[in-house]
């Protein structure tokens, strides 16, 4: 399927977001959120997905870290402040870039969406990236698409994740 035409932040429009489920990203990128994961353990980490939706893919071109401002239970939850996000859509912008997606940790926990994660997810069309980190370890890391259109019909969907060494990586002969 082709995208139509866009919305002002570059997401496909909501009736054109039929993904195809895939998340790319660099290996450096990957073992960095995997990194930050176990550097904050026993609390979640938290950070954001820069790049490109390509054609109906998911392209992670920069991982940014973030503050889990979450006081009450970080440990189990996590929070970006408003003023923090705004600042790296901002920096996406001046880059050529979008916000394809989020990442966070779950320090003894699966690397499965919990119900609290899908209430507190609502950027339709972009991944949420979860690595599970059992006694200071990333184990697993998985992907999952925000699909649907509205908050009463949005669903989280397992994607794959395809983690892209420098030579799959085409961007960095440019």
């Known amino acids: 399927m082709v995208f139509g035409p866009e919305e002002p932040d570059g997401r496909p429009k909501k009736e054109d977001r039929e993904y195809k489920k895939m998340l790319t990203i660099k290996n450096a990128d990957y073992d960095q959120l995997r990194r930050h994961g176990e550097e904050t353990y026993p609390f979640e980490c938290c950070g954001v997905l820069l790049g490109q939706f390509t054609g109906q893919d998911r392209v992670v071109q920069e991982v940014i870290r973030c503050g889990n401002t979450r006081a009450d239970r970080p440990q189990?939850?996590?929070?970006?402040?408003?003023?923090?996000?705004i600042r790296i859509q901002r920096q996406a912008t001046a880059r050529d870039r979008d916000i394809v997606g989020f990442y966070h940790s779950h320090p003894d926990h699966p690397a499965r969406w919990s119900q609290t994660d899908l209430a507190e997810a609502h950027w339709m069309g972009c991944s949420y990236v979860i690595t599970s980190v059992e006694r200071g370890q990333a184990h697993d890391t998985n992907a999952f698409v925000l699909l649907g259109d509205t908050e009463e019909n949005k669903r989280l969907e397992t994607e794959e994740i395809h983690v892209a060494g420098l030579v799959e990586d085409r961007t960095l002969c440019r």
Request: hydrophobic fraction near 20%; aromatic fraction near 10%.
């Open 76 to 85: 189990d939850r996590y929070h970006i402040d408003p003023k923090e996000l």
